[in-house]
């Protein structure tokens, strides 16, 4: 790639009329380049700011840059360590103090290590070092890349965790935050945009347009953002935020061409979640714009930089009167993630990864939050509690992390991204407040965010905050009992069907099948208890292994830790859940989380499936989403089940499914709540494919052809009537749903027609359908849908595994560089003995050397005992099911 002309005159000119380069002092040996091992920078070098040209076109895949950055050598140096991965370094020159030393030799070490080697020690003090370099854009969804659209091509950037070093050669670290001054040089046809508002444009010698702006704030590394291309811009004053001293803030929606008309909602509703957000801090939104981006293809779901958030698209091109509530909610939810970033990531920053959990557990916790003063009709403070019950089980395996551990490696810096970090500091966050009271927990927030705005800070700084507006002494120690140990506390509870008193017993939770879990110490658990006959609850911190619960007053019987409040697995006996469940006092969110307790019992082999299903089914007559959980409960247990008991056990579902299919049927019913769309939905699948009414089948049948065929339907059920279309269809089938996929504009039209394609189930279909993410039909971050459309399905999954065996190589180049490891778990659903051999034989190779998958060591460990834990489930319940299928309970 050529750069502006004038810009290598220049450089030309100053290498010309440089002073005499001083000579190299060869009394001091050179030293060995040996990079950082823990992917931080060697201490002694502060960069202080950054002055970065990009030379990017973005229908070709190479690109050039310059960058200067501003050093602080805090001692003597002579060797400088930068991050920059696949890049070729054409210059590189040293100034300090008048001295200029140029055509620097630069030298790699390791995967993504660079080292500048000056010809003598530079003292300490002020200096600058600047780089032309040139790279590729060679990572699907990483760093900064392309995306074709159509026949026309986009560069949008995703730098987190890792990604800035392949953008372009800097100090990639968090806790490393500095301003940044940001020249693009791009084609006349497109449109770029970054963090900062635009400044300037100027035309170069070549036709192409130099795009200045303005200064950032100080950010780190992967935090800045890029937009280049045809982009759609979609501004209505009248959205933009207004607020009640005057000022206000200018809010746009980018998108691809043609579509940004479709983000009208997304544009509409910012301002208003914005001001929740605000209101709650105490402080405005502290950046100088707001663009929202809707990114054709991205892998993650979307991305905090501040002044330029990225989404993927179908995330912001939706309109609430026709798509499904799901698309809204999904929408209000991630928005008010990345919303909560700008203060929790980007005004403070993690000072290292091991902290990541500050930036997303706080972000994950605050949109619940946010959304539930939002749409409080959503319930959405009910359903995270689905959320805290996934993510209890993976907490409970050998490999399971802390939520804030040792980061040393790559691999470990990518692993943090996962349920941990997010769900269970959400859950973790979420008890907390509550113990101390939600005005104390805010008051610390906002004093945590005053006394470290626009820098770097730990989880002490935040606890210490907390601790400090509540006046809770011990509050740091109790919550490090959380963060600093993996697992989930199981209390064993006796006593409280009546009154009490209770003995409460806590030890490490465990599933069965997995092998014995380690505890470091008691877990310091904010416990209560709810009298359901005064409504009274008794709260106290249980920290010991075992403590005994008085109750004076009581009238009973005893609801421990209502509402999932705390992080924990209550266990009671039977008859213990037997009054709780027939209760009809408890609150709707009370009773979801009592579900949930029910899953965790039947999954540590404390409950028989007999009494599971005498207990779930015991929930009808409570709302929709207190029965949609039950039944999910019971349709879960299946998947233990083979052989001649899967017609009898799906025979069943049916049955369970028939009387609310037959009530409300597969057109719209004019009740519009998210909880009755998604018990419809598989009342409505159970009861069509299983219950042997053809009349439901047929109904399903013609709203999935209606769907294919582009005619208006009920988008809330069409995707569940797709599915069953699809998984006995033919050839001719594939082919029309093939070619409406590849005609499709509308994302939500897009995304259901693709689950569709990955639904077939006839073996030589789902081949066909597997092939697809071969092929160049699919965007990056569609492959994996197909990927994993059949792996969990008895009647092609085996297929699908020799398939994926086959092609794992291939599918490494195209999927994102650090999702592939994620493919471990595929063959889990196996269930088998020889499934894992098959898997450590397949995934070992990649453990280490150079086809490594960073990360993997856990992964691989992980999925491992996911099969364990299946066949002990199996072992152990699949003869009373078996009995209750062919006898009955």
């Not at 707001?290 to 698209?313: C, H, K, Q, S, W």
């Not at 027609?753 to 092939?771: K, Y």
């Not at 190779?845 to 691989?860: C, F, Q, S, V």
């Amino acid at each position: 790639m050529h750069l502006l002309r004038a810009l290598i005159l220049a450089i030309v000119a100053a290498c010309v009329s440089a002073p005499p380069q001083p000579a190299p002092d060869t009394k001091k040996p050179v030293p060995a380049l040996q990079p950082p091992s823990d992917d931080r920078i060697i201490k002694g070098v502060q960069p202080l700011s950054y002055d970065l040209l990009l030379d990017v076109d973005p229908s070709q895949e190479g690109y050039g840059g310059q960058v200067k950055i501003r050093l602080r050598l805090t001692e003597p140096t002579r060797v400088i360590w930068l991050h920059s991965l696949d890049h070729v370094i054409q210059m590189a020159s040293f100034h300090q103090a008048g001295k200029k030393w140029l055509s620097l030799k630069t030298e790699r070490a390791g995967k993504d290590w660079l080292a500048v080697r000056l010809p003598q020690v530079a003292p300490a003090g002020e200096a600058s070092l600047s780089l032309r370099f040139s790279g590729r854009f060679a990572n699907p969804l990483f760093g900064v890349y392309r995306v074709k659209e159509g026949d026309d091509w986009y560069l949008f950037s995703q730098l987190e965790p890792l990604g800035a070093r392949e953008a372009f050669p800097c100090f990639d670290e968090p806790g490393i935050k500095t301003p940044f001054t940001v020249r693009v040089i791009a084609p006349k046809k497109d449109r770029v945009f970054f963090n900062t508002p635009k400044l300037e444009e100027k035309t170069d010698r070549a036709g192409k347009i130099l795009h200045q702006f303005a200064e950032t704030k100080p950010l780190p590394t992967y935090l800045l953002a890029f937009a280049v291309g045809p982009i759609d811009v979609l501004h209505r004053p009248e959205w933009d935020m207004k607020r009640a001293d005057g000022s206000s803030l200018q809010i746009r929606l980018l998108a691809a061409k043609g579509k940004a008309k479709r983000g009208k909602t997304a544009l509409r509703e910012t301002a208003k979640i914005l001001a929740l957000e605000e209101a709650y801090f105490g402080s405005p939104y502290p950046y100088a714009k707001l663009d929202i981006v809707a990114v054709p293809d991205f892998a993650a779901g979307a991305m905090e930089n501040p002044g330029l958030i990225t989404y993927r698209e179908q995330l912001l091109l939706f309109d609430e009167k026709v798509d499904p509530i799901s698309r809204y909610k999904a929408y209000a939810n991630v928005h008010a993630h990345e919303l909560a970033h700008i203060w929790f990531g980007d005004l403070v920053t993690m000072a290292w990864w091991d902290d990541l959990w500050l930036n997303e557990a706080f972000a994950t916790w605050f949109a619940y939050k946010i959304v539930n003063q939002y749409r409080p009709d959503w319930q959405v403070l009910t359903d995270r509690l689905g959320g805290f019950n996934w993510v209890k089980e993976s907490d409970s395996t050998s490999t399971s992390r802390r939520v804030r551990g040792p980061i040393k490696t790559r691999g470990d810096i990518h692993n943090a991204f996962d349920g941990i970090t997010y769900t269970k500091g959400h859950a973790v966050l979420s008890m907390f407040e509550k113990y101390v009271g939600e005005a104390a927990f805010q008051a610390g927030v906002r004093s945590y965010l005053k006394k470290n705005a626009w820098g770097n800070a730990t989880f002490e700084d935040l606890l210490i905050e907390i601790e400090k507006a509540s006046g809770k002494k011990g509050l740091k120690a109790a919550f490090e009992t959380f963060i600093f140990q993996a697992g989930v506390p199981n209390v064993a509870m006796t006593g409280g069907a009546r009154c009490g008193p209770v003995t409460a017993r806590q030890v490490r939770w465990q599933p069965l099948g997995s092998p014995p879990l380690p505890q470091d110490r008691p877990w310091q658990i904010p416990l209560c208890f709810k009298d359901l006959g005064t409504g009274q609850n008794h709260c106290r911190l249980m920290d010991q292994p075992k403590e005994v619960f008085e109750f004076t007053g009581c009238e009973g019987p005893l609801l421990p830790n209502p509402g999932g409040a705390a992080y924990m697995v209550p266990s009671l006996g039977t008859p213990w859940l037997g009054a709780l469940m027939a209760q009809t006092s408890l609150t709707e969110l009370e009773h979801v989380a009592l579900v949930y307790d029910l899953r965790k019992a039947y999954s540590a082999g404390h409950l028989s499936p007999e009494q599971v299903l005498a207990l779930a089914q015991g929930v009808s007559g409570t709302s929709d989403r207190v029965q949609q959980q039950a039944l999910g409960l019971i349709g879960d247990m299946g998947g233990i089940v083979e052989g001649d008991l899967r017609p009898r056990w799906q025979a069943l579902l049916g049955r369970l499914g028939l009387v609310h299919a037959l009530e409300h049927g597969w057109r719209d019913d004019g009740i519009d709540d998210p909880a009755h769309w998604q018990i419809r939905r598989t009342t409505l699948s159970w009861a069509s494919r299983w219950s042997g009414n053809d009349a439901l089948k047929a109904e399903a049948f013609d709203l999935a052809n209606d769907l294919i065929e582009g005619r208006p339907v009920e988008r809330e059920l069409a995707p569940t009537a797709l599915s069953m279309l699809t998984e006995d269809g033919d050839a001719a089938l594939f082919d029309r749903l093939l070619a409406a996929f590849e005609q499709a504009e509308d994302p939500w039209r897009r995304s259901t027609l693709l689950q569709g394609l990955a639904g077939f189930r006839r073996p030589e279909l789902s081949l066909r359908s597997l092939n697809l993410a071969l092929s160049d039909k699919l965007r990056s971050n569609e492959i994996g849908r197909v990927v994993w459309g059949p792996s969990g399905d008895y009647r092609v999954r085996d297929q699908a595994w020799t398939w994926l065996k086959k092609n794992l190589g291939t599918l490494r180049e195209l999927l994102p560089r650090n999702s592939s490891r994620y493919l471990v778990y595929y063959p889990t659903a196996q269930c088998t003995e020889l499934a894992k051999q098959e898997l450590s034989a397949v995934f070992s190779p990649y453990l280490g050397g150079k086809e490594a998958m960073e990360g993997l060591d856990r992964h691989l460990q992980a999925a491992t005992e996911r099969i364990d834990r299946c066949m002990a489930m199996r072992k152990k319940h699949q003869h009373a099911l078996g009995k209750i299928l062919t006898q009955g309970p």
